[in-house]
């Protein structure tokens, strides 16, 4: 059961941090982000969603996976309310 969420956390993160990152490089317009924002949720996704899909994978340890998928979520939640608290409303 573990290695089922492992995978739908990896391929779910990839898929956003895909997204994401088309969005930040021009390829996509349909963020509804800042830029330095839509960069920063691309990178993570990615390179959390490659970090889950090499220990799945390679190492045969989905339980890490699992957790290095719901950690990007955490990252970008906490970045997010960053955003929010520190951002100029103008």
């Known amino acids: 059961m573990v290695k089922i969420f492992a995978w739908l956390f990896v391929a779910f993160n990839l898929y956003m941090g895909g997204d994401f990152f088309l969005n ?3 390829v996509l317009q349909t963020s509804k ?10 990178i993570v996704l990615l390179l959390m969603g490659g970090a889950g899909a090499y220990f799945c994978a390679f190492k045969g340890d989905c339980k890490t996976a699992l957790w290095i ?3 990007a979520w955490v990252v970008i939640f906490l970045f997010l309310l ?3 608290i520190f951002g100029k409303y103008n």
């Open 69 to 71: 998928g719901a950690a």
């Open 24 to 26: 930040a490089i021009g």
């Open 33 to 42: 982000y800042s830029a330095s924002a839509t960069w920063i949720y691309g």
């Open 82 to 84: 960053g955003n929010m």
